[in-house]
Nanobody, 125 residues
Framework: QVKLVESGGGLVQAGGSLRLSCAPS????????MTWYRQAPGKQRELVAG???????NYADSVKDRFTISRDNAKNMVYLQMNSVKPEDTAVYYC???????????????????WGQGTQVTVSS
């Protein structure tokens, strides 16, 4: 029912640019905080960039000043603009949607958290 579909990954040379997109469905998009994570082979999944429902952003130190996260609530889309990419940016990139639901009854309040299937980014040197 809830789907997050990432796209835009591929092979890019070091120093180049890439734009990732995430298209959620089945959620009220404007209410959710959206985050890009990545996972390289043999490494733990790490936060890359996040944006709240109010538009505040945060970045990993390793990508700050190179990557930009943005959202378009009218289109239900979130983007990651990747500039000046480095070989160490090579990873599977995942889109995440997160919301704390205030409600009553069993299981409330509830944390809604969803993941996309990931898109591969490979940076050649």
């Amino acid at each position: 029912q809830v789907k997050l579909v990432e796209s835009g990954g591929g092979l890019v040379q070091a120093g180049g640019s890439l734009r990732l997109s995430c298209a959620p469905s089945g959620i009220i998009f404007s209410m959710y905080a959206m985050t890009w994570y990545r996972q390289a082979p043999g490494k733990q999944r790490e936060l890359v960039a996040g944006i709240t429902n109010l538009g505040s952003t945060n970045y990993a130190d390793s990508v700050k000043d190179r990557f930009t996260i943005s959202r378009d609530n009218a289109k239900n889309m979130v983007y990651l603009q990747m500039n000046s990419v480095k070989p160490e940016d090579t990873a599977v990139y995942y889109c995440n949607a997160d919301l704390l639901v205030y409600c009553s009854g069993s299981g409330c309040p509830r944390r809604n958290n969803y993941w996309g299937q990931g898109t591969q980014v490979t940076v050649s040197s």
